[in-house]
T-cell receptor, first 115, second 114 residues
Framework: AQSVSQHNHHVILSEAASLELGCNYS??????LFWYVQYPGQHLQLLLK??????LVKGIKGFEAEFIKSKFSFNLRKPSVQWSDTAEYFC?????????????FGGGTRLMVKP | EAQVTQNPRYLITVTGKKLTVTCSQN?????MSWYRQDPGLGLRQIYY???????DKGDVPEGYKVSRKEKRNFPLILESPSPNQTSLYFC?????????????FGPGTRLTVT
């Protein structure tokens, strides 16, 4: 069964600092990869996704992620965070073609940006 | 407006009292799913449905039931809730198929079982 690991559970940054959140998955085949964001009190929203092609994916609000197949990783980055980026971030993986479009989520990383 | 709606948003109940959380989507999506979110565990899939009358278990189906009699609705049923089902529940939907796995989430239902 596939699993997803997010190693940083809590991250605290000051505004304008750079951000990198780690995500590793365990599945050897074709994968679809996602980052979702959950702002306080709100539901999950898609930040970006990777299905195929260029492994560097750009999403909304200045976020990007890089798929490194050899490392089974899909780390999320932002060069300069803002206070409004305070949220919980979830990495998710779908084993390409599996039944049910099942998404396996990581445990989440709670980001706090200090003004 | 394209959306996934859930009701109720908040619910406090007692052990053993049957309850239903409704989920509805207006995007004509074939695929719908239920997740529970617990601190440190992320979201775990409870049940999913590929289409009307087609449902299957996810990672944590014990204690839950679902039905998919209409394309737009996918209710989650707890026949005999227990305190370990206290959680935040999300319904999601997507087009399904190999071309799109982006899921659209509802606003969540916070359930407390005492």
């Amino acid at each position: 069964a596939q699993s997803v690991s997010q190693h940083n559970h809590h991250v605290i940054l000051s505004e304008a600092a750079s951000l990198e959140l780690g995500c590793n998955y365990s599945y050897g085949g074709t994968v679809n990869l996602f980052w979702y964001v959950q702002y306080p009190g709100q539901h999950l929203q898609l930040l970006l996704k990777y299905f195929s092609g260029d492994p560097l994916v750009k999403g909304i609000k200045g976020f990007e992620a890089e798929f490194i197949k050899s490392k089974f990783s899909f780390n999320l980055r932002k060069p300069s965070v803002q206070w409004s980026d305070t949220a919980e971030y979830f990495c998710a993986v779908n084993a390409g073609g599996n039944a049910g479009n099942m998404l396996t989520f990581g445990g989440g990383t709670r980001l706090m940006v200090k003004p | 407006e394209a959306q996934v709606t859930q009701n109720p948003r908040y619910l406090i109940t007692v052990t053993g009292k049957k309850l239903t959380v409704t989920c509805s989507q207006n995007m004509n999506h074939e695929y719908m799913s239920w997740y529970r979110q617990d601190p440190g565990l992320g979201l775990r899939q409870i049940y999913y449905s590929m289409n009307v009358e087609v449902t299957d278990k996810g990672d944590v189906p014990e204690g839950y039931k679902v039905s998919r009699k209409e394309k737009r609705n996918f209710p989650l049923i707890l026949e005999s809730p227990s305190p370990n089902q206290t959680s935040l529940y999300f319904c999601a939907s997507s087009l399904g198929g190999a071309s799109s796995y982006e899921q659209y989430f509802g606003p969540g239902t916070r359930l407390t079982v005492t």
